[in-house]
């Protein structure tokens, strides 16, 4: 589609700051690498079918939001949600993850006494 319609990706806005693969024991699994950028102040729009909701929120007002219920990020999602917390600006939320390592996290799910509990890796018991 970019060659037929003669476009040019912008990719030197994306800064890549994270790799994680799902854990095995998930019956959804994906292998993703994520990305920060500025964006252009559009309107995010969701596709009806795997995105049903979109909106911008600022770091705070996500996890808030996650923490009420209202939306469910998934682990990694969260997670890097909180390294923009103290970000005042779009520059800032990119400085925080510039120049971090990026090493592919897999986290592994156990069950301890009938509970579901995530291990991330230097948890005893990752891998």
Known sequence: MLRTERLTLATDGLLY???WITPAEQPLRFDTRFFAAIAP???AVADGREIVDARW???REALAAAGRGEISPRNAT???IELFLDAKSAADALDAVRGREIRTIRPRVVMENGVRKVLMPGDSGCW
């Open 17 to 19: 700051f994270a790799h």
């Open 57 to 59: 929120q600022a770091p």
């Open 78 to 80: 969260a997670r890097y």
């Open 41 to 43: 102040g559009e309107d």
